[in-house]
């Protein structure tokens, strides 16, 4: 249905120009929690098979969802667990920061993505504050009342936070890591962008 009124073309088709893409897969061994966890997954998962669970209780989406926040971290389980020194997490952390030194005299960027565990309400707000003289006071008063009644509360363990707190911790300057969700207007997208094509931005 969607063909009959768009125009497809894929990437064979087109047959642009793109750079080679260099994959590096980085294996980390889960902690003893994550196993334990693990297992408690799959006792809930049977329990669900067996139909002996209300759907409105517990259901594979609700499953499936808990172990992807547990293979990303178990602190997204439970922010009061232990942070594992061999975690994704810091592994990845750790990658951020070598690549960042490797680019240090040309002042090269890299971007990170990850759909889990995104920063809302008080971060996202935090970070406005922070980058104050983009706009006008006036804009910034006014952004604060309305987060303040539109915006859902913070959680307590971010994935974003956690990273950007451990590389300003290893050196890395707090005003050069930013988060996409800190430019909530056009306006700061276009200056966010710009700050990170000129390395005032790096992360």
Do not use: W
Request: hydrophobic share 35%; charged share 30%; glycine share 6%.
């Amino acid at each position: 249905m969607f063909k009959q009124v768009a125009d497809i073309k894929t990437a064979d088709m087109l047959n642009l120009p793109v750079p080679e893409v260099e994959y590096h897969n980085i294996a980390v061994k889960p902690s003893q929690v994550q196993k334990d966890m693990v297992a408690s997954l799959g006792e809930r998962a049977e329990k669900i098979r067996g139909g002996g669970i209300d759907s409105s209780v517990d259901n594979m989406l609700k499953v499936t969802n808990d172990g992807r926040k547990l293979a990303l971290d178990q602190r997204m389980m439970n922010p009061m667990l232990p942070d594992e020194e061999g975690s994704k997490v810091n592994a990845c952390m750790e990658n951020i920061l070598r690549i960042y030194k490797e680019g240090d005299a040309q002042k090269l960027t890299q971007l990170v993505f990850c759909d889990l565990s995104t920063p809302k309400g008080k971060t996202a707000q935090s970070g406005r504050i922070a980058a104050k003289g983009t706009d006008s006071p006036e804009l910034h008063a006014l952004e604060a009342a309305i987060d303040a009644e539109t915006e859902p509360e913070e959680p307590p363990f971010t994935i974003y936070d956690d990273i950007r707190e451990k590389l300003v911790a290893r050196g890395i300057p707090r005003e050069q890591i930013a988060f996409i969700h800190e430019a909530n207007t056009e306006t700061r997208k276009k200056e966010l962008f710009a700050k990170v094509r000129s390395g005032q931005v790096r992360v």
